[in-house]
């Protein structure tokens, strides 16, 4: 049975940082690329971060550019987004995904196969 947990979450003001995990089961880790996605109430999901199964490689989402890193340990099938300088419009349920391949872009929710539960991040001003 595939599990994706999501911790982490929490309050912060703005301008404070929160690091997110993502534990992974179920799945061989190492071969499967690993997305965070957030979703405001009343807003759709939007991708955050991605990064490939071996964690070469990673992209983001013009928003968090600069302000947020996605990594992962394929020893602890964890994955984790490090957000630094976060801001108000950051607050939203965050959640990992993990997918094996990508036909269209990365940022597309319907190209992940596996999800978590999520966690909230809340921002106040």
């Known amino acids: 049975q595939v599990q994706l947990v999501e911790s982490g979450g929490g309050s912060v003001q703005d301008g404070g940082s929160l690091r997110l995990s993502c534990e992974v089961s179920?799945?061989?880790?190492?071969?499967?690329?690993m997305g965070w996605f957030r979703q405001a109430p009343g807003k759709e999901r939007e991708g955050v971060a991605i990064?490939?199964?071996?964690?070469?490689?990673?992209d983001y989402a013009d928003s968090v550019k600069g302000r947020f890193t996605v990594s992962r340990d394929n020893d602890k099938n964890t994955v984790y987004l490090q957000m630094n300088n976060l801001k108000p419009e950051d607050t939203a349920m965050y959640y990992c995904?993990?997918?094996?391949?990508?036909?269209?872009?990365?940022?597309?929710?319907?190209?992940?196969?596996?999800w978590g539960q999520g966690t909230q991040v809340t921002v106040s001003s």
């Open positions: 995904a993990a997918t094996r391949s990508l036909r269209r872009a990365w940022s597309d929710p319907d190209e992940w196969y596996y």
């Open positions: 179920g799945l061989r880790n190492s071969r499967d690329s």
């Open positions: 990064i490939s199964a071996g964690g070469r490689s990673a």
